[in-house]
Protein backbone atom coordinates (compact mmCIF):
# COMPACT_ATOMS: atom_id res chain seq x y z
CA UNK A 1 0.00 0.00 0.00
CA UNK A 2 0.94 3.21 -0.66
CA UNK A 3 1.38 6.76 0.67
CA UNK A 4 -0.44 9.97 -1.26
CA UNK A 5 2.99 12.60 -1.44
CA UNK A 6 0.97 15.74 0.48
CA UNK A 7 3.37 18.19 1.89
CA UNK A 8 2.07 20.46 4.13
CA UNK A 9 0.47 23.77 3.30
CA UNK A 10 1.72 25.70 6.20
CA UNK A 11 5.27 25.08 4.55
CA UNK A 12 3.93 26.39 1.15
CA UNK A 13 2.82 29.37 2.67
CA UNK A 14 5.95 30.18 4.71
CA UNK A 15 7.95 29.88 1.63
CA UNK A 16 5.85 31.91 -0.85
CA UNK A 17 5.89 34.57 1.87
CA UNK A 18 9.45 34.20 2.43
CA UNK A 19 9.54 34.63 -1.44
CA UNK A 20 11.50 31.56 -2.05
CA UNK A 21 10.24 28.80 -5.08
CA UNK A 22 9.86 25.43 -4.17
CA UNK A 23 10.63 23.15 -6.87
CA UNK A 24 8.48 20.31 -8.20
CA UNK A 25 9.48 16.64 -6.80
CA UNK A 26 12.36 15.64 -9.30
CA UNK A 27 9.82 12.08 -9.57
CA UNK A 28 6.92 13.53 -10.17
CA UNK A 29 6.12 12.40 -14.05
CA UNK A 30 4.46 15.24 -16.67
CA UNK A 31 0.70 14.40 -15.56
CA UNK A 32 -2.29 16.40 -16.58
CA UNK A 33 -5.24 15.16 -14.80
CA UNK A 34 -8.78 16.63 -16.59
CA UNK A 35 -11.36 18.30 -13.28
CA UNK A 36 -14.96 19.20 -13.55
CA UNK A 37 -16.45 21.09 -10.57
CA UNK A 38 -19.02 23.45 -10.27
CA UNK A 39 -16.61 26.09 -8.73
CA UNK A 40 -17.14 28.25 -11.37
CA UNK A 41 -19.01 31.60 -12.48
CA UNK A 42 -20.41 33.26 -9.48
CA UNK A 43 -19.30 31.11 -6.92
CA UNK A 44 -17.87 32.59 -3.78
CA UNK A 45 -15.28 29.80 -3.36
CA UNK A 46 -13.82 30.14 -6.92
CA UNK A 47 -10.89 32.28 -5.78
CA UNK A 48 -10.29 29.82 -3.43
CA UNK A 49 -10.30 26.75 -5.72
CA UNK A 50 -7.92 28.60 -7.73
CA UNK A 51 -5.89 29.23 -5.40
CA UNK A 52 -5.90 25.29 -3.87
CA UNK A 53 -5.12 24.13 -7.66
CA UNK A 54 -2.04 26.52 -7.54
CA UNK A 55 -0.39 25.61 -4.80
CA UNK A 56 -1.12 21.45 -5.25
CA UNK A 57 0.78 21.66 -9.27
CA UNK A 58 3.59 24.11 -7.60
CA UNK A 59 3.86 21.08 -4.53
CA UNK A 60 3.38 18.36 -7.20
CA UNK A 61 4.52 19.27 -10.72
CA UNK A 62 0.76 17.61 -11.92
CA UNK A 63 -1.22 19.48 -13.96
CA UNK A 64 -4.76 20.56 -13.86
CA UNK A 65 -6.92 21.08 -16.82
CA UNK A 66 -10.11 22.41 -14.93
CA UNK A 67 -13.04 22.59 -16.74
CA UNK A 68 -15.56 24.09 -14.04
CA UNK A 69 -18.97 25.03 -14.39
CA UNK A 70 -21.61 26.75 -12.78
CA UNK A 71 -24.12 24.55 -11.16
CA UNK A 72 -27.57 24.12 -12.69
CA UNK A 73 -29.41 21.08 -14.20
CA UNK A 74 -27.88 22.09 -17.44
CA UNK A 75 -24.60 21.27 -16.22
CA UNK A 76 -25.31 18.26 -14.37
CA UNK A 77 -27.07 17.05 -17.31
CA UNK A 78 -23.64 17.55 -19.05
CA UNK A 79 -21.77 15.68 -16.53
CA UNK A 80 -23.85 12.29 -16.93
CA UNK A 81 -23.29 12.42 -20.30
CA UNK A 82 -19.93 12.75 -20.52
CA UNK A 83 -20.32 9.67 -18.66
CA UNK A 84 -22.55 8.34 -21.27
CA UNK A 85 -20.14 9.36 -23.71
CA UNK A 86 -16.63 7.86 -21.97
CA UNK A 87 -15.75 11.07 -22.07
CA UNK A 88 -16.22 11.90 -17.88
CA UNK A 89 -12.86 13.48 -16.46
CA UNK A 90 -10.74 12.15 -14.26
CA UNK A 91 -12.08 14.00 -10.78
CA UNK A 92 -15.24 15.10 -10.59
CA UNK A 93 -16.49 17.50 -7.85
CA UNK A 94 -20.24 16.30 -7.92
CA UNK A 95 -23.69 15.94 -6.07
CA UNK A 96 -23.58 12.97 -3.97
CA UNK A 97 -26.54 11.53 -3.99
CA UNK A 98 -29.30 10.10 -6.48
CA UNK A 99 -27.46 12.30 -9.53
CA UNK A 100 -24.17 10.02 -8.75
CA UNK A 101 -26.16 6.81 -8.80
CA UNK A 102 -26.07 6.48 -12.67
CA UNK A 103 -22.53 6.42 -12.92
CA UNK A 104 -22.05 4.35 -9.39
CA UNK A 105 -23.96 1.18 -10.68
CA UNK A 106 -22.08 1.41 -14.13
CA UNK A 107 -18.54 1.08 -11.66
CA UNK A 108 -17.66 4.48 -13.19
CA UNK A 109 -16.25 5.88 -10.08
CA UNK A 110 -13.93 4.81 -7.43
CA UNK A 111 -15.40 3.90 -3.59
CA UNK A 112 -13.30 5.94 -1.02
CA UNK A 113 -12.97 2.43 0.61
CA UNK A 114 -11.43 1.11 -2.85
CA UNK A 115 -8.87 3.67 -2.87
CA UNK A 116 -7.64 3.05 0.42
CA UNK A 117 -6.49 -0.52 -0.52
CA UNK A 118 -3.69 1.19 -2.24
CA UNK A 119 -3.44 4.54 -0.24
CA UNK A 120 -4.72 4.00 3.56
CA UNK A 121 -4.67 7.51 4.65
CA UNK A 122 -7.14 8.85 1.64
CA UNK A 123 -9.65 10.95 3.17
CA UNK A 124 -8.43 9.72 6.59
CA UNK A 125 -9.10 13.47 8.18
CA UNK A 126 -13.11 13.34 7.54
CA UNK A 127 -14.96 11.38 9.87
CA UNK A 128 -16.37 8.44 8.58
CA UNK A 129 -19.76 9.06 9.49
CA UNK A 130 -20.65 12.28 8.12
CA UNK A 131 -18.96 10.95 4.36
CA UNK A 132 -21.89 10.72 1.76
CA UNK A 133 -22.83 7.39 1.37
CA UNK A 134 -24.30 5.73 -2.19
CA UNK A 135 -27.33 3.02 -2.29
CA UNK A 136 -24.67 0.12 -2.27
CA UNK A 137 -23.63 1.44 1.28
CA UNK A 138 -19.89 2.48 0.04
CA UNK A 139 -18.58 5.80 0.47
CA UNK A 140 -17.56 7.81 -2.80
CA UNK A 141 -17.13 11.34 -2.34
CA UNK A 142 -14.77 12.86 -0.15
CA UNK A 143 -16.61 16.71 0.22
CA UNK A 144 -15.12 20.36 1.38
CA UNK A 145 -17.99 21.62 2.67
CA UNK A 146 -21.03 20.80 3.20
CA UNK A 147 -24.40 23.63 2.87
CA UNK A 148 -26.99 25.56 4.16
CA UNK A 149 -30.19 27.47 3.50
CA UNK A 150 -31.59 30.65 4.51
CA UNK A 151 -33.35 33.62 3.67
CA UNK A 152 -31.28 36.55 2.59
CA UNK A 153 -33.02 39.80 3.70
CA UNK A 154 -32.07 43.49 2.39
CA UNK A 155 -32.82 45.09 5.57
CA UNK A 156 -32.84 48.83 3.76
CA UNK A 157 -35.82 48.01 1.86
CA UNK A 158 -37.34 46.36 4.64
CA UNK A 159 -36.78 49.84 6.56
CA UNK A 160 -38.30 51.61 4.36
CA UNK A 161 -41.28 49.55 3.58
CA UNK A 162 -41.97 49.69 7.73
CA UNK A 163 -41.06 45.96 7.61
CA UNK A 164 -39.71 43.94 10.79
CA UNK A 165 -36.59 41.91 10.49
CA UNK A 166 -37.72 38.51 10.38
CA UNK A 167 -37.04 36.78 13.96
CA UNK A 168 -37.10 33.08 14.64
CA UNK A 169 -40.79 32.65 14.94
CA UNK A 170 -40.98 34.18 11.36
CA UNK A 171 -44.68 32.53 9.99
CA UNK A 172 -45.96 32.50 6.78
CA UNK A 173 -48.97 34.72 7.46
CA UNK A 174 -46.79 37.36 8.66
CA UNK A 175 -44.80 36.76 5.43
CA UNK A 176 -47.32 37.19 3.12
CA UNK A 177 -48.38 40.85 4.92
CA UNK A 178 -45.00 41.55 4.60
CA UNK A 179 -44.69 41.03 0.83
CA UNK A 180 -48.10 42.58 0.37
CA UNK A 181 -46.29 45.77 2.04
CA UNK A 182 -43.29 45.46 0.37
CA UNK A 183 -44.75 45.41 -3.10
CA UNK A 184 -47.44 48.39 -2.82
CA UNK A 185 -44.38 50.43 -1.77
CA UNK A 186 -42.84 49.25 -5.37
CA UNK A 187 -40.31 46.76 -4.77
CA UNK A 188 -40.11 43.05 -5.83
CA UNK A 189 -40.67 41.19 -2.43
CA UNK A 190 -38.88 37.72 -3.46
CA UNK A 191 -36.26 38.09 -6.23
CA UNK A 192 -36.26 34.40 -7.79
CA UNK A 193 -36.24 33.25 -11.13
CA UNK A 194 -38.81 30.57 -11.19
CA UNK A 195 -36.96 29.89 -15.04
CA UNK A 196 -33.52 28.72 -13.25
CA UNK A 197 -33.99 28.15 -9.64
CA UNK A 198 -37.23 27.67 -8.59
CA UNK A 199 -36.00 24.91 -6.40
CA UNK A 200 -35.27 26.53 -3.07
CA UNK A 201 -38.65 27.68 -2.90
CA UNK A 202 -40.02 24.04 -3.56
CA UNK A 203 -38.02 22.54 -0.65
CA UNK A 204 -39.34 25.13 1.89
CA UNK A 205 -42.83 25.08 0.49
CA UNK A 206 -42.79 21.28 0.54
CA UNK A 207 -41.29 21.35 4.23
CA UNK A 208 -43.76 23.91 5.53
CA UNK A 209 -46.93 21.73 4.45
CA UNK A 210 -45.59 18.34 5.61
CA UNK A 211 -43.73 16.70 8.24
CA UNK A 212 -40.48 17.20 8.43
CA UNK A 213 -39.21 13.96 9.85
CA UNK A 214 -40.36 12.60 6.87
CA UNK A 215 -39.33 15.26 4.14
CA UNK A 216 -36.73 13.03 2.53
CA UNK A 217 -39.52 10.57 0.88
CA UNK A 218 -40.58 12.04 -2.45
CA UNK A 219 -44.25 10.89 -3.89
CA UNK A 220 -44.57 7.15 -5.74
CA UNK A 221 -46.95 6.28 -8.61
CA UNK A 222 -49.08 2.94 -8.18
CA UNK A 223 -48.82 0.27 -10.68
CA UNK A 224 -51.12 1.82 -12.95
CA UNK A 225 -48.72 4.94 -13.28
CA UNK A 226 -50.94 7.14 -11.02
CA UNK A 227 -49.76 9.51 -7.85
CA UNK A 228 -50.73 7.63 -4.59
CA UNK A 229 -52.34 10.42 -2.57
CA UNK A 230 -49.93 9.72 0.59
CA UNK A 231 -48.32 12.54 3.11
CA UNK A 232 -45.47 12.78 0.92
CA UNK A 233 -47.69 13.90 -2.24
CA UNK A 234 -49.87 16.05 0.00
CA UNK A 235 -47.06 18.00 1.19
CA UNK A 236 -45.92 18.34 -2.36
CA UNK A 237 -49.28 19.58 -3.70
CA UNK A 238 -49.79 21.94 -1.15
CA UNK A 239 -46.13 23.58 -1.57
CA UNK A 240 -47.05 23.94 -5.42
CA UNK A 241 -49.99 25.27 -4.32
CA UNK A 242 -48.10 28.15 -1.67
CA UNK A 243 -45.54 28.64 -4.77
CA UNK A 244 -48.39 29.54 -7.15
CA UNK A 245 -50.36 31.73 -4.48
CA UNK A 246 -47.02 33.66 -4.77
CA UNK A 247 -46.39 34.29 -8.01
CA UNK A 248 -50.29 34.93 -8.26
CA UNK A 249 -50.13 38.25 -5.34
CA UNK A 250 -46.96 39.44 -7.81
CA UNK A 251 -44.52 38.41 -5.41
CA UNK A 252 -42.04 37.32 -7.82
CA UNK A 253 -40.20 39.66 -10.74
CA UNK A 254 -42.31 40.73 -13.10
CA UNK A 255 -40.31 38.73 -15.49
CA UNK A 256 -39.54 35.66 -13.35
CA UNK A 257 -40.74 33.41 -15.74
CA UNK A 258 -37.69 34.51 -18.38
CA UNK A 259 -35.22 36.03 -16.05
CA UNK A 260 -32.16 34.37 -15.08
CA UNK A 261 -30.86 33.53 -11.43
CA UNK A 262 -27.91 36.27 -11.91
CA UNK A 263 -30.50 38.88 -12.99
CA UNK A 264 -33.01 38.18 -10.55
CA UNK A 265 -29.58 38.12 -7.86
CA UNK A 266 -28.46 41.36 -8.94
CA UNK A 267 -32.19 42.69 -8.55
CA UNK A 268 -31.83 42.12 -4.75
CA UNK A 269 -28.28 43.08 -4.66
CA UNK A 270 -28.86 46.35 -5.53
CA UNK A 271 -31.73 46.64 -3.54
CA UNK A 272 -34.83 46.33 -5.80
CA UNK A 273 -36.16 43.33 -3.41
CA UNK A 274 -36.10 42.42 -0.68
CA UNK A 275 -35.84 38.94 0.09
CA UNK A 276 -33.97 36.21 -1.67
CA UNK A 277 -33.90 31.83 -0.61
CA UNK A 278 -30.15 30.71 -1.25
CA UNK A 279 -27.78 28.83 -0.20
CA UNK A 280 -24.87 29.16 1.56
CA UNK A 281 -22.51 29.52 -1.69
CA UNK A 282 -24.09 32.99 -2.26
CA UNK A 283 -22.60 34.29 1.04
CA UNK A 284 -19.51 35.06 -0.73
CA UNK A 285 -21.08 36.25 -3.62
CA UNK A 286 -22.64 39.24 -2.27
CA UNK A 287 -18.84 39.51 -0.03
CA UNK A 288 -17.57 39.74 -3.24
CA UNK A 289 -19.59 41.73 -5.34
CA UNK A 290 -21.58 43.84 -3.07
CA UNK A 291 -19.08 44.88 -0.64
CA UNK A 292 -20.35 48.00 -0.07
CA UNK A 293 -23.74 46.68 0.70
CA UNK A 294 -23.10 43.89 3.15
CA UNK A 295 -24.25 46.27 5.76
CA UNK A 296 -27.71 46.18 4.31
CA UNK A 297 -27.78 42.34 3.90
CA UNK A 298 -28.56 39.96 6.40
CA UNK A 299 -29.60 36.44 6.68
CA UNK A 300 -32.82 35.01 8.62
CA UNK A 301 -35.31 32.11 8.95
CA UNK A 302 -37.71 31.12 6.72
CA UNK A 303 -40.90 31.40 7.15
CA UNK A 304 -43.06 29.04 8.91
CA UNK A 305 -46.45 27.22 8.85
CA UNK A 306 -48.13 23.97 9.92
CA UNK A 307 -45.35 21.26 12.08
CA UNK A 308 -42.45 23.41 10.90
CA UNK A 309 -40.75 25.98 13.28
CA UNK A 310 -38.95 28.95 11.42
CA UNK A 311 -35.28 27.56 13.24
CA UNK A 312 -35.73 24.33 10.95
CA UNK A 313 -33.54 24.58 7.73
CA UNK A 314 -32.88 22.76 4.99
CA UNK A 315 -28.89 21.62 4.97
CA UNK A 316 -26.04 19.25 5.09
CA UNK A 317 -23.53 17.47 2.86
CA UNK A 318 -24.38 16.37 -0.49
CA UNK A 319 -21.13 16.82 -2.71
CA UNK A 320 -17.70 15.84 -2.83
CA UNK A 321 -14.90 14.62 -5.33
CA UNK A 322 -15.27 11.72 -6.52
CA UNK A 323 -12.27 9.36 -8.78
CA UNK A 324 -12.97 8.05 -12.14
CA UNK A 325 -12.67 4.52 -13.15
CA UNK A 326 -10.53 5.88 -15.99
CA UNK A 327 -8.37 8.20 -14.19
CA UNK A 328 -7.62 4.98 -11.57
CA UNK A 329 -7.12 2.35 -14.28
CA UNK A 330 -4.52 4.34 -15.69
CA UNK A 331 -1.03 3.98 -13.68
CA UNK A 332 0.48 7.40 -14.23
CA UNK A 333 -2.89 9.73 -13.27
CA UNK A 334 -3.89 7.54 -10.18
CA UNK A 335 -1.47 8.97 -8.25
CA UNK A 336 -1.90 12.48 -9.18
CA UNK A 337 -5.77 11.87 -8.86
CA UNK A 338 -5.47 10.78 -5.18
CA UNK A 339 -3.12 13.33 -4.26
CA UNK A 340 -4.86 16.46 -6.04
CA UNK A 341 -8.72 14.98 -3.91
CA UNK A 342 -6.26 15.04 -0.66
CA UNK A 343 -4.85 18.32 -1.30
CA UNK A 344 -8.25 20.00 -2.05
CA UNK A 345 -9.86 18.37 1.00
CA UNK A 346 -7.19 18.64 3.71
CA UNK A 347 -8.01 20.48 6.64
CA UNK A 348 -5.96 23.36 5.75
CA UNK A 349 -7.37 24.05 2.03
CA UNK A 350 -10.94 23.40 3.42
CA UNK A 351 -10.26 25.74 6.24
CA UNK A 352 -9.96 28.28 3.57
CA UNK A 353 -13.25 27.53 1.98
CA UNK A 354 -15.43 27.23 5.28
CA UNK A 355 -16.58 30.68 6.70
CA UNK A 356 -20.16 29.29 8.29
CA UNK A 357 -21.04 26.05 6.16
CA UNK A 358 -20.81 22.33 7.88
CA UNK A 359 -17.85 19.78 7.12
CA UNK A 360 -17.28 16.21 7.34
CA UNK A 361 -13.68 17.05 9.06
CA UNK A 362 -13.03 14.96 12.67
CA UNK A 363 -11.55 18.27 13.44
CA UNK A 364 -14.09 21.44 12.51
CA UNK A 365 -12.83 24.32 10.63
CA UNK A 366 -12.87 27.46 12.68
CA UNK A 367 -14.70 30.54 11.54
CA UNK A 368 -12.56 33.01 11.92
CA UNK A 369 -13.78 36.65 11.70
CA UNK A 370 -16.66 36.71 9.74
CA UNK A 371 -18.59 39.94 7.89
CA UNK A 372 -22.03 40.87 9.04
CA UNK A 373 -23.43 38.93 6.54
CA UNK A 374 -21.90 36.09 7.23
CA UNK A 375 -22.24 36.41 10.76
CA UNK A 376 -25.54 36.60 10.75
CA UNK A 377 -25.88 33.54 8.82
CA UNK A 378 -23.75 31.73 11.44
CA UNK A 379 -26.03 32.80 14.30
CA UNK A 380 -28.84 31.51 12.57
CA UNK A 381 -26.95 28.16 11.88
CA UNK A 382 -26.38 27.95 15.46
CA UNK A 383 -29.75 28.56 16.60
CA UNK A 384 -31.29 25.67 14.12
CA UNK A 385 -33.38 23.40 15.83
CA UNK A 386 -33.42 21.10 12.97
CA UNK A 387 -31.13 20.33 9.78
CA UNK A 388 -33.14 18.00 7.21
CA UNK A 389 -31.73 17.19 4.10
CA UNK A 390 -33.22 18.26 0.16
CA UNK A 391 -35.85 16.33 -0.93
CA UNK A 392 -34.69 17.06 -4.58
CA UNK A 393 -31.27 14.90 -3.76
CA UNK A 394 -33.81 11.60 -3.08
CA UNK A 395 -34.80 11.91 -6.69
CA UNK A 396 -33.39 11.35 -10.10
CA UNK A 397 -31.88 14.15 -12.23
CA UNK A 398 -34.61 13.12 -14.98
CA UNK A 399 -37.57 13.41 -12.38
CA UNK A 400 -35.97 16.76 -10.85
CA UNK A 401 -34.83 18.33 -14.00
CA UNK A 402 -39.06 17.48 -15.37
CA UNK A 403 -40.26 18.90 -12.03
CA UNK A 404 -38.44 22.34 -11.84
CA UNK A 405 -39.45 22.81 -15.71
CA UNK A 406 -42.89 22.50 -15.27
CA UNK A 407 -43.02 24.61 -11.90
CA UNK A 408 -43.39 27.46 -14.27
CA UNK A 409 -46.46 25.97 -16.52
CA UNK A 410 -48.22 25.03 -12.47
CA UNK A 411 -48.04 28.98 -11.39
CA UNK A 412 -49.37 30.05 -14.68
CA UNK A 413 -52.08 27.42 -15.53
CA UNK A 414 -50.77 25.73 -18.01
CA UNK A 415 -50.60 22.38 -16.01
CA UNK A 416 -51.89 21.10 -12.97
CA UNK A 417 -49.61 20.46 -9.67
CA UNK A 418 -50.67 16.74 -9.55
CA UNK A 419 -49.71 16.52 -13.60
CA UNK A 420 -46.19 17.96 -12.93
CA UNK A 421 -45.60 15.66 -9.82
CA UNK A 422 -47.01 12.66 -11.88
CA UNK A 423 -44.72 13.27 -14.99
CA UNK A 424 -41.70 13.70 -12.75
CA UNK A 425 -42.17 10.88 -10.58
CA UNK A 426 -42.59 8.68 -13.65
CA UNK A 427 -39.17 9.77 -14.81
CA UNK A 428 -37.82 8.96 -10.69
CA UNK A 429 -36.40 5.48 -11.91
CA UNK A 430 -35.48 2.66 -9.27
Known amino acids: MKRIWIPALLVLAVLTACGQKKAAPQDAPDVAIRVVTSFGGDDGNRKNYEAAIAAYEAETGYVVKDASAVSNEEWKARVLADFETGSEPDVLFFFANADAEPFIRADR ?77 GYTPIACSLAEVSHYWFEFAVLNNGDPAKHLVPPVLDGEGR ?131 LTALKENAPRGALDPLRQSAADALD ?46 GP
Open 227 to 357: LVRNEAASAWLAGLRDITDLYERGYFPEDTLAAGDAETTALFGEGGAAFLLDGSWKAGYFTEHYPERLEDLTVCCVPAKGLRRATDTIGGISTGFFITRRAWNDPEKREAAAAFVSWLTSDEVVSAFVTTE
Open 109 to 185: VVSVEEIRSVYPDYAGNMDGGKLPAASDGRHYAVPILGYWEYLYVNKAVLADCGVALPGPDYRWEQFLEDCEAIREK
Open 383 to 428: GATALVGAVQDSISSEARSSLFANIQNVVTGKMTAQDAITAAMALN
